[in-house]
């Protein structure tokens, strides 16, 4: 109850709120990246993990922590901000603008049960497919930006454990123009 008073305080100001978010990606055989996409509870909208800041937690650390509720991957996050987008976002009596923090997470690995599975479908996808996807082009163009460089390489690499094809030990479902399958 508390975090939702002060959502709609702060929504009140006309200022943006904030979220985090962490775009969990893996290379693949080829070298290419692939992005892990997924579904939002309510609308089913295709998204990237993503949630409030913690309390008390450096920013990357909570998309870190999200990534792993609501997507169950579990990965080396990078401390250096992608990029930032802005969203509407549905409250119960209105909407209001969010502006997202994008971290990126290389996955090594994927639970087979974590907090959110039952409530979200998801997707490992290329990265071109995954900025079509997403409804935000701000955050389509991140996607494309990181993928098309080399950081998400280096960042794979410099990884303890490989990040590769057979990451995802977790159900895969097809994803169509924004929706996913049932």
């Not at 775009?23 to 949630?51: F, H, N």
């Not at 008390?56 to 792993?68: H, M, T, Y």
Request: net charge positive; hydrophobic share 40%; glycine share 6%.
């Amino acid at each position: 109850m508390a975090k939702q008073k002060q959502t709609k305080r702060r929504a009140t100001d006309g200022r943006p709120l904030s979220q985090v978010a962490a775009l969990a990606y893996r290379v693949v055989d080829d070298g290419g990246i692939e992005v892990l996409v997924m579904t939002s509870r309510e609308t089913q909208r295709v998204i990237i993990p993503k949630g409030w800041p913690m309390k008390n937690r450096k920013d990357w650390k909570s998309a870190q922590i999200e990534a792993r509720q609501e997507a169950g991957v579990i990965g080396d996050v990078g401390r250096k901000r992608l990029g930032q987008y802005l969203y509407w976002k549905r409250l119960e009596s209105h909407f209001v603008l969010v502006k997202v923090a994008v971290y990126p997470l290389a996955v090594r690995r994927q639970l087979a049960d974590w907090p959110e599975r039952h409530e979200r479908e998801q997707t490992w996808i290329s990265a071109e497919d995954a900025a079509l996807l997403v409804d935000e082009p701000e955050l389509g163009a991140i996607i494309l930006d990181f993928a098309q460089s080399r950081a998400a390489v280096l960042l794979a690499s410099s990884s303890q454990k490989p990040v590769g094809s057979d990451a995802s030990t977790g159900r895969r479902v097809e994803l169509d123009a924004g929706r996913a399958a049932p």
